[in-house]
C-alpha cells in the first residue's frame, strides 16, 4: 500500500522557519521524483519545489526561492522542505508527491499524494 504522510507543518510568526517532512513507503521511493505543492481553499493547488529521484536537480517556485530548501534522503524514504524566512502569504495545507516522469511543476505528472500538513504564517 502505498502511503505518503507529511508531518512539520504547524504555527508560525513570519520571519520564522518550520521543516516539513514527508515519509514515503509502498513503492520504490529512489526511482520517483518528489515534489511540494501548497494549495488554499478556493485555489488550485500550486508548485513549491522538486527534487529529482537521486538528488541532484531541484527546482523552484519563484515565489518561494532564496527561502525554501527541498532535500531527500533514499536511506530513509523521506523528502524533507526547509522553509525559511515564511510570509503570511505561504500559509497554505502542503502536500509532497511523487511522480515518475520528473515534470515537477505539473500536476499531472505525480502518482501519488500525501494528505497534507496546515501551515500556518501570522504576521
Known amino acids: 500500500q502505498v502511503q505518503l504522510v507529511e508531518s512539520g507543518g504547524g504555527l508560525v510568526q513570519a520571519g520564522g522557519s518550520l521543516r516539513l517532512s514527508c515519509a514515503a513507503s509502498?513503492?520504490?521511493?529512489?526511482?520517483?521524483?518528489m515534489g511540494w505543492f501548497r494549495q488554499v481553499p478556493g485555489r488550485e493547488r500550486e508548485f513549491v519545489a522538486g527534487i529529482s529521484w537521486g538528488g541532484r536537480r531541484t527546482v523552484y517556485a519563484d515565489s518561494v526561492k532564496g527561502r525554501f530548501t527541498i532535500s531527500r534522503d533514499n536511506a530513509k524514504n523521506t523528502v524533507t522542505l526547509q522553509m525559511n524566512s515564511l510570509k503570511p502569504e505561504d500559509t497554505a495545507v502542503y502536500y509532497c508527491?511523487?511522480?515518475?516522469?520528473?515534470?515537477?511543476?505539473?500536476?499531472?505528472?505525480?502518482?501519488?499524494w500525501g494528505q497534507g500538513t496546515q501551515v500556518t504564517v501570522s504576521s
Open positions: 509502498g513503492f520504490t521511493f529512489s526511482s520517483y521524483g
Open positions: 508527491g511523487a511522480c515518475l516522469v520528473e515534470l515537477f511543476s505539473d500536476l499531472g505528472s505525480y502518482n501519488y
